[in-house]
């Protein structure tokens, strides 16, 4: 083994320190070739990228989608500055919005309070009803009195397109859909069910894979014209505002304006990171030249990365948006370590030439380094578990890029800086007499056991916090309050019905017509001012008049009433909403199977389409329930108050537990955050476990490695509780939270004690060897972790909270690592004293 290790090295330093000039032409081939191929690298933020492949409600709520033809749509809510909603000036306002939104090229309809029927402003009859003569707001014979009072008081309108307070309404921009697109995500669903059943045959497996690159082509398109559109709404938005609040929201709106904050973060803070790594560089090492050889590494190996996604068409998503950061903090911190071993190098071997100061550095770093990126690789296995696309892709990505890292250092690092002059030797007293490591040092070994003591109490304070941490996923508490998109989405969850959709669906059972319906519906009576002249209008019959039944009624208004008795829930619609309106228009009485039956009959089919499609499905004998939730509720608990709906249903309305089904996005988004709470919390073990084996073979003892994996434990652990104890959720943006930090914190600890072990076995004193480590190692572990947390720390500036906790939790991860290595760690070392005496 000692003879390979020779030759390796002997080829390594006869390429990298004998030829560098070669090496880096070598590697600026390979660089140039990912660079190319990082043009293909684009950010992600579509709903798909966020769910189960396999989750069962995934493929039922595309079946829902594609039975009741849900659309995509945005809302527009508009205020007036002054005057009541309903004046002159206000409509007109609301009818410019309407027109030169239906000019845009995506938009399919608007749909605004000038458009919908009114049906009490006066009272129609049957009669205009089915000869679809409904007076609207732009109707010159509308009383705007009784306009006023139906659109505040009528169970469709209010909540939906005007507030209870009559004050803000909403404009519904309907999106186009495209055929194309839409063909082509038809076809993979289909494929996509028979892979999940094990039933694709080879070609269909390759059609399959055919089939998901052309959507990757065609998503990115599609992407930029989702923003191009949002960009036109808003300029036409922009263009009135003169005359109120305006505020935009929508699934699309949120999925683009993350977008355009993950991408507005990674230019305007990435360089401001990058600047005040550059500026803590030259604080700390006082030479340009050990500014220029960190940073260069981390450029270059950043945009390798790139180039590897653009190459393997892996997407950067919400979820793995940080990892242009991480890495930079991974690269950077090799680089560190590699510079002040150097240093010392210079100041205790003073008579070795250039080369072989820059050969034992290698020498030296590299298997602590190696070993480092291997168990930090070992840190991200927990996301590499989940069954979330997007999340093993980010643990990938971590993974391939720690090694770009580790392997462009250790190569570039060195050829550069033999191309430059040797630098001159930095004072003895900087390598030697460094007084906050020093100052742990000394709190160390006077404090030992109360350092124990205290880390006890902090374990338990920390178990206590991560039992508090609660997955929560509210888009809303994304962006700071004084942001626009956080105050637009706002009004809307509050006035507008709620913000996140999700779908009630209630089965019936199924019945034999056999021909007494018909004698039934021959016999009935009906009022006399809402139904009159029912005989004339539209007669078709397509046998749906049979299917309202009066228990089904029942239960359909049953259902829509506890739905809206919740206090987490907005706005209901459903065919019970009709059955409301029925009766306000029916003299206060409720509608009976036969009154519907009529209905249905004579109702016109531009009412249908509003009043009933979206509701009733005849074929599937079932009715749908469209719910918002009122995401900014801070009460609200998503995964409790789906089992909540779910339980009460079927309990307390006593409906079969097999007919009543969930569906929607608040339901996929909540399968994907409990499926990712519970890969990264249960998986924790077999992380720790990685990671003990990975120790044990490093340094040959179960003691050491126990030593060495209690701190990254308790690093990751801490940094979970303090979010447990502030309250402050674990969502899709930061449950990664945890590989992180063992990710991060595993750096000191293997460098620490193999720096140790070699102090060790100089005099076999634990004290003296833990005094040197930390005026030696403790300098580099130092000046790592006060870069990254001061560089890092600029991301508190940012509006989109996801970045700032990652900027906090990412120092904190740093903060607790560091304290941990040069205290616990060495009090550990010294208290069992784990190595051979010498």
């Not at 803070?269 to 030259?282: E, K, S, Y």
């Not at 040797?422 to 040092?441: A, D, E, M, V």
Request: aromatic share 10%; hydrophobic share 45%; proline share 3%.
């Amino acid at each position: 083994m000692d003879n390979n290790k020779g030759r390796f090295t002997h080829w390594y330093t006869g390429w990298v320190l004998d030829r560098p000039v070669w090496t880096i032409v070598l590697l600026s081939l390979v660089l140039g070739v990912l660079g190319y191929q990082s043009r293909n690298f684009r950010i992600d933020a579509s709903t798909e990228t966020l769910l189960l492949e396999n989750d069962k409600d995934l493929r039922y709520a595309r079946e829902i989608s594609k039975r009741y033809g849900i659309q995509d749509f945005l809302l527009i809510a508009f205020t007036p500055q002054s005057g009541d909603l309903l004046d002159q000036e206000n409509l007109a306002t609301i009818a410019r919005l309407r027109d030169s939104l239906k000019r845009l090229e995506a938009v399919e309809s608007v749909l605004t309070i000038l458009d919908v029927p009114l049906l009490e402003s006066p009272p129609v009859s049957f009669k205009q009803l089915s000869k679809n003569k409904i007076p609207s707001l732009e109707s010159p014979a509308i009383d705007k009195n009784l306009a006023t009072t139906e659109l505040s008081e009528s169970p469709f309108y209010r909540d939906l397109l005007v507030s209870r307070d009559l004050k803000t309404t909403a404009i519904i921009v309907n999106l186009k859909i495209d055929p194309a697109y839409h063909t082509l995500v038809t076809a993979r669903n289909e494929l996509l069910d028979k892979k999940l059943q094990a039933q694709l045959s080879p070609d269909e497996a390759a059609e399959y894979d055919r089939i998901v690159d052309e959507i990757r082509t065609q998503q990115a398109s599609l992407t930029e014209s989702q923003h191009e559109n949002i960009l036109a709404v808003r300029a036409i938005m922009e263009a009135n505002r003169g005359s109120g609040q305006l505020f935009l929201g929508g699934i699309s709106m949120i999925a683009d304006d993350l977008i355009t904050y993950i991408k507005n973060d990674l230019r305007i803070f990435g360089v401001a990171v990058f600047l005040l790594l550059v500026l803590m560089l030259g604080l700390f090492f006082k030479s340009k030249r050990w500014v220029f050889l960190p940073m260069l590494c981390c450029f270059l190996s950043v945009i390798a990365m790139l180039g590897v996604l653009g190459t393997f068409a892996w997407d950067v998503t919400v979820i793995s948006s940080n990892f242009i950061s991480l890495q930079l903090i991974i690269t950077l911190a090799i680089a560190v370590h590699l510079i002040v071993r150097f240093r010392e190098y210079q100041v205790t071997l003073p008579d070795a030439d250039y080369r072989t100061l820059l050969s034992r550095t290698i020498q030296s770093k590299f298997i602590p380094c190696l070993f480092a990126v291997l168990t930090t690789i070992a840190g991200f296995t927990s996301l590499m578990l989940s069954n979330i696309k997007p999340v093993i892709h980010f643990g990938w990505m971590m993974s391939i890029g720690i090694l770009i890292s580790l392997a462009l250092t250790f190569v570039l690092f060195p050829a550069a800086a033999m191309l430059m002059k040797r630098p001159k030797p930095p004072s003895q007293k900087t390598i030697l007499n460094f007084s906050f490591t020093q100052f742990l040092g000394r709190i160390t070994e006077a404090y030992g056991t109360v350092i124990l003591v205290l880390t006890v109490i902090f374990s338990i304070l920390t178990v206590i916090g991560v039992s508090r941490l609660r997955v929560e996923n509210s888009f809303i508490d994304y962006f700071k309050e004084s942001t626009e998109i956080y105050q637009g989405m706002k009004i809307i969850d509050q006035k507008l019905g709620g913000t996140t959709p999700l779908d009630v669906i209630v089965q019936f059972e199924t019945f034999e017509k056999d021909g007494s319906e018909d004698e039934e519906f021959d016999e009935f009576e009906i009022e006399e001012d809402f139904f009159s002249d029912s005989n004339e209008g539209s007669s078709k019959d397509d046998g749906g008049k049979y299917w309202f039944m009066d228990h089904r009624l029942e239960v359909i208004e049953d259902v829509h009433d506890y739905l809206e008795s919740r206090p987490e829930i907005g706005k209901v619609l459903s065919l019970g909403t009709l059955l409301k309106i029925g009766r306000r228009l029916n003299n206060g009485k409720s509608l009976d199977s036969l009154d519907m039956a009529v209905l249905y009959t004579k109702l016109p089919e531009k009412y249908k389409e509003l009043l009933l499609s979206p509701y009733v499905s005849f074929d599937k004998n079932e009715v749908r329930f469209t719910v918002r939730i009122i995401d900014s509720l801070e009460s609200l608990q998503r995964n409790i108050l789906l089992k909540e709906l779910k339980h009460d249903l079927v309990h307390q309305l006593e409906l079969d537990e097999t007919k009543v089904h969930l569906a929607g996005t608040m339901v996929l988004y909540n399968n994907m955050l409990q499926s990712l709470f519970a890969s990264q919390i249960k998986t924790l073990g077999v992380v720790a476990l990685a990671l003990l084996i990975m120790f044990l073979f490093l340094f040959r003892s179960l003691t050491i490695a126990l030593i060495a994996l209690f701190p990254n434990l308790l690093s990751a652990g801490a940094v979970l509780g303090v979010m447990g104890w502030l309250d402050i959720p674990l969502d899709m943006m930061t449950i990664t939270i945890a590989a992180i930090s063992i990710g991060i914190a595993v750096d000191n600890t293997i460098h620490y004690i193999h720096r140790f072990r070699e102090e060790i076995q100089i005099d076999g004193d634990y004290y003296g060897s833990m005094h040197r480590c930390h005026n030696s190692i403790g300098y580099a572990m130092f000046y790592t972790s006060m870069i990254i947390i001061v560089g890092f720390s600029i991301l508190i500036l940012s509006y989109f909270w996801p970045t700032i906790y990652f900027g906090l939790f990412t120092g904190l991860a740093m903060f607790i690592a560091l304290i941990a290595s040069l205290t616990l760690l060495p009090q550990l070392l010294v208290w069992l004293k784990p190595f051979k005496k010498y």
